[in-house]
Nanobody, 126 residues
Framework: QVQLVESGGGSVQAGGSLRLPCAASRSPGRLGNMGWFRQAPPKGREVVAVIYTPDSTTNYVDSVKGRFTISRDNAENTVYLQMDNLKAEDTAMHYC???????????????????WGQGTQVTVSS
């Protein structure tokens, strides 16, 4: 079992920044893929950013490219999502996800991930 705990969410104005840590009970280096997904009802869950941990290959949804960065810190067992130039449409519950067996390129389908955190809310006001 892997426990994932997200934090760092909150309310910001458009153009602001937030950094979301995801603390894992296993080193990200032992987890083949990790990622961030989000859901804003009534929309379904969508991928935000994913990473293949052996070589840090990343993939992003087009709407966040150039604004968000996913990274990992094996020493701290943490994966981060740095979110800059936030927009109102980024408002959603953000979830961290992980899987053991690494897939390359990192999968963007949430069904490929075995473990999920409880989520952290991000609210951006325009």
């Amino acid at each position: 079992q892997v426990q994932l705990v997200e934090s760092g969410g909150g309310s910001v104005q458009a153009g602001g920044s937030l950094r979301l840590p995801c603390a894992a009970s296993r080193s990200p280096g032992r987890l083949g893929n990790m990622g961030w997904f989000r859901q804003a009802p009534p929309k379904g869950r969508e991928v935000v950013a994913v990473i293949y941990t052996p070589d840090s290959t990343t993939n992003y949804v087009d709407s966040v490219k150039g604004r968000f960065t996913i990274s990992r810190d094996n020493a701290e067992n943490t994966v981060y999502l740095q979110m800059d130039n936030l927009k109102a449409e980024d408002t959603a519950m953000h979830y961290c996800a992980a899987r053991y067996g690494g897939l390359w390129p990192p999968p963007v389908d949430g069904k490929s991930y075995e473990y999920w955190g409880q989520g952290t809310q991000v609210t951006v006001s325009s």
